[in-house]
């Protein structure tokens, strides 16, 4: 048995998490030997090790990850000035559907997640299939997916919306003129159109989810018309939204990119006001920051 009044001791003021890690471990491989169908138990029980493991500084785990953050390839169809997302460096490789299929532990796993490094997801050619494939294997599993939504199609929205649980959209800017200039070679009218054409299918589906959320890389050419984001997040049926400074991404060959010049916090004062302009318009329009502003 485990020294707990030793080991809280050394934890602190950390929570003690629920029940005994003997307990946690002993529901975790009984789960696991009898190999039932999906349920949200299989979740609890796993969250509940993972906090045991973590509590107690386990390096050898028996859980799951709670979260699975999985690069399905690395292109991307975009050229934001922001990113450093490059052609040539791209090596084409992707998650195949029946890579996914084989995880049948994705049942333990709480949220899923298609996105990691620097592509847009929406671009592999068996998108609709990995949608699929991972809510038969985990069908109470959570999936939120970062997008620019430039590739949403007829063919993929029943997909995108029955699966879905939340969507980021990198919006980046309130106004066409910006948002072109800052996210080539996307069209601004054709954005608006596909958050339009989701939350079609979402009324056709009665269905609330997939939650929209913007993102918006604050930088001195978007900090102007940051007041005028709520309203128009308000208009196209986005909800929440996050504001992320911008982290100067290093030079690559094939375009130029953002550089120190380019950051807002160049003039603290204009960017002040503009956070609260901002904030009182989120206020008027019901929109939720999902994590506060930058700190200059």
């Known amino acids: 048995?485990?020294?707990?009044?030793?080991?809280?001791?050394?934890?602190?003021?950390?929570?003690?998490?629920?029940?005994?890690?003997?307990?946690?471990?002993?529901?975790?491989?009984?789960?696991?030997?009898?190999?039932?169908?999906?349920?949200?138990?299989?979740?609890?029980?796993?969250?509940?090790?993972?906090?045991?493991?973590?509590?107690?500084?386990?390096?050898?785990?028996?859980?799951?990850?709670?979260?699975?953050?999985?690069?399905?390839?690395?292109?991307?169809?975009?050229?934001?000035?922001?990113?450093?997302?490059?052609?040539e460096r791209s090596t084409a490789n992707m998650i195949k559907a029946d890579d996914l299929r084989r995880a049948k532990w994705m049942k333990y796993v709480m949220n899923f997640f298609p996105n990691a490094g620097l592509s847009e997801p929406l671009i592999h050619p068996e998108i609709e299939d990995i949608f699929e494939i991972v809510r038969d294997n985990a069908p109470h599993i959570n999936m939120h997916i970062t997008t620019n939504v430039s590739l949403v199609s007829e063919r993929l929205l029943p997909t995108l919306v029955s699966n879905l649980n939340v969507m980021i959209i990198s919006l980046n800017a309130a106004r066409k003129e910006s948002y072109e200039a800052l996210m080539p070679p996307l069209k601004w009218d054709r954005i608006l159109r596909n958050i339009e054409r989701i939350q079609e299918e979402k009324a056709r589906q009665g269905r609330d989810r997939p939650q929209l959320q913007a993102g918006y890389v604050l930088n001195k050419h978007n900090l102007d018309e940051l007041p005028e984001l709520p309203s128009l997040l308000r208009r196209i049926g986005v909800e929440a939204c996050r504001i992320i400074e911008l982290k100067v991404p290093k030079p690559i060959q094939s375009r130029a990119l953002l550089t120190d010049e380019d950051v807002a916090s160049h003039d603290r004062t204009l960017a002040l006001r503009k956070f609260e302009e901002f904030e009182a318009e989120c206020r008027a329009h019901d929109i939720r920051l999902t994590q506060p502003l930058p700190a200059f």
């Open 1 to 87: 048995m485990l020294d707990l009044e030793a080991i809280k001791a050394q934890r602190g003021n950390k929570p003690v998490p629920y029940g005994t890690y003997e307990d946690a471990l002993a529901a975790m491989e009984q789960s696991l030997e009898e190999d039932a169908p999906p349920s949200k138990e299989h979740i609890l029980i796993n969250n509940r090790l993972v906090a045991w493991e973590a509590y107690l500084g386990i390096a050898k785990v028996r859980s799951f990850p709670t979260q699975l953050h999985v690069g399905l390839n690395d292109v991307c169809n975009a050229r934001c000035t922001f990113c450093q997302y490059a052609p």
